[in-house]
């Protein structure tokens, strides 16, 4: 009898589905880039299909939110429709803050 209870119990853990880490991205752009990284291992969750600079997000991007192993965005600024629900948060890969990224000044002409 225990013998039956360990080998259905191996069984179950076998059958059950491993959940994926869900990398979750902000804005289209930074999706294209993880999505090209990513390519063959995960597909990404694109968090903000409207404008990034306001508006609401639905409960389901919450949960994914509060649920994503990682999430890339560029600036907490730049997109604060997603500035408080990751605020706090450590999982969180602002691309911004890269020393790799070259920002340059407002050009008002072109030169």
């Known amino acids: 009898m225990r013998r039956l209870i360990y080998l259905f119990s191996i069984v179950m853990m076998m059958a059950s589905p491993v959940a994926a880490e869900t990398i979750a991205t902000s804005i289209k752009p930074v999706h294209s880039l993880v999505a090209l990284v990513l390519r063959g291992v995960d ?50 890969i602002y691309l911004m803050d890269s020393d790799d990224i070259v920002i340059h000044e407002i050009r008002l002409t072109m030169e």
């Open 43 to 92: 597909d990404p969750v694109l968090l903000v299909r409207g404008s990034p600079h306001g508006g609401v997000l639905k409960p389901s991007q919450m949960r994914t939110i509060a649920n994503a192993a990682r999430i890339f965005m560029l600036d907490p600024k730049m997109e604060t429709v997603l500035s408080k629900p990751v605020e706090g948060k450590n999982n969180v």
